[in-house]
């Protein structure tokens, strides 16, 4: 596969244990954000979402947290499972900035049989 | 979700060439975007392809060096011009159907210049 995430900072898990993988966002204006997973030679895929007028959102098997007051996004992967690993991104999208989103520098989450 | 083609899915070109990547969506969709990602690095926005008007460019990029059309709602496409090994990265086309929904990505061009 391509080099996607090579420089990328590393969290490896045991099968079956509960991920956190965590992004520090830049701008307090932001009221959107998303987190994304990357599988080797295909696409950013959306996992979940969450507006600036919340602080937690669940999914299958996945929780977004979000903290206005330092600027922190996390997402919390519960049983990890060999499929999951792939490089997380975290992107935000300021208020009054259309559409456009400013994607994090991304982790590597390895999860270890 | 919408289902995202991109055409081609690599490619390695001689520098001073130009390629063109297209990107097809199986509905109609509000927003369409065109992002770079470089080997080991994270995505960044190149510019928003605007429906029967010039895109929107992000600083740092350029309409001579990154022309883009967008001729209807289900298609658009981007070319690298005159190309150096400094362009070589994944090209990717997302789709958004409004403000604050998910964008939906393709799988991406990989394009290497020798």
């Known amino acids: 596969g391509e080099s996607v995430g090579l420089h990328l900072p590393t969290l490896s898990v045991q099968e079956g244990d509960n991920s956190i993988i965590n992004c520090a966002y830049s701008n307090s204006a932001s009221d959107y954000f998303i987190w994304y997973k990357q599988e080797s030679g295909k696409g950013p895929q959306f996992i979940i979402d969450i507006r600036s007028n919340m602080d937690k959102r669940q999914g299958q098997r996945v929780t977004v947290l979000l903290n206005k007051t330092v600027k922190h996004l996390s997402l919390q992967i519960a049983a990890t499972q060999p499929g999951d690993s792939a490089v997380y991104f975290c992107a935000e999208k300021k208020n009054n900035a259309g559409n456009m989103l400013t994607f994090g520098g991304g982790t590597r989450l390895m999860v270890k049989p | 979700s919408a289902v995202i083609s991109q055409k081609p899915s690599r490619d390695i070109c001689q520098r001073g060439t130009s390629l063109t990547i297209q990107c097809q969506v199986d509905?109609?969709?509000?927003?369409m975007f065109w992002y770079r990602q470089q080997p080991g690095q994270s995505l960044t926005l190149i510019a928003t392809?605007?429906?029967?008007?010039?895109?929107?460019?992000e600083s740092g990029f350029v309409i001579d060096k990154f022309p883009i059309s967008r001729p209807n709602l289900t298609f658009s496409t981007l070319t690298v011009s005159n190309m150096s090994p400094e362009d070589s990265s994944i090209y990717l086309c997302?789709?958004?159907?409004?403000?604050?929904?998910?964008?939906?990505f393709g799988d991406g061009t990989r394009l290497s210049i020798l």
């Open positions: 392809a605007n429906q029967g008007s010039e895109a929107t460019y």
């Open positions: 509905s109609q969709v509000t927003m």
């Open positions: 997302s789709v958004t159907g409004g403000l604050n929904q998910p964008q939906h």
